[in-house]
């Protein structure tokens, strides 16, 4: 599991040094890759490739003909580019990836699990005011997943 967050910054070629804690869990558990799309809340979402796999598995026994699976398949899974890292740990962020997510210099590096998000320093700022001014109906919310997962 991926845990923490970190700050760094993408170097002038669009390369971006891969937390060494996160690095540490890739080489022990899974492969020294990430494969990265656009996340719907602005930032990029970042796998690793057996993850990955799981969530491919998953989308193709939905319903193809279904409108918001064909909008996910277009916009999330389309989207996905393999990033190997690099011999210094560093992942390569497409031009694409970074303008979607405005990725210039100042990254936020979030692990929430199985997942990494990259935001830019702005858009990560704005999402945790949003977030702490949400706490009680966040919590709230989990509550109430949690009784249905009983």
């Not at 599991?1 to 971006?16: S, V």
């Not at 990430?34 to 057996?50: A, E, H, K, Q, R």
């Not at 319903?63 to 999330?76: A, D, G, I, L």
Request: glycine residues 8%; aromatic residues 8%.
């Amino acid at each position: 599991m991926f845990r923490g967050r970190f700050e760094h910054t993408i170097d002038a070629k669009g390369r971006l040094n891969v937390p060494a804690r996160v690095r540490e869990v890739l080489h022990d558990r899974y492969s020294l890759a990430l494969m990265v799309t656009n996340g719907f809340d602005g930032c990029l979402d970042c796998y690793p490739l057996s993850e990955w796999a799981v969530l491919e598995e998953t989308a193709s026994r939905l319903p193809q003909h279904n409108k918001e699976v064909k909008s996910y398949q277009r916009f999330y899974l389309s989207a996905a580019i393999e990033c190997p890292l690099d011999g210094q740990g560093r992942i390569l962020l497409p031009p694409s990836l970074r303008s979607y997510a405005e990725l210039e210099k100042d990254v936020v590096v979030v692990c929430t699990g199985k997942k990494i998000e990259l935001w830019s320093r702005e858009r990560w700022g704005a999402e945790l005011g949003d977030i702490k001014g949400s706490g009680s109906e966040i919590c709230a919310a989990i509550a109430a997943l949690e009784q249905l997962h009983r």
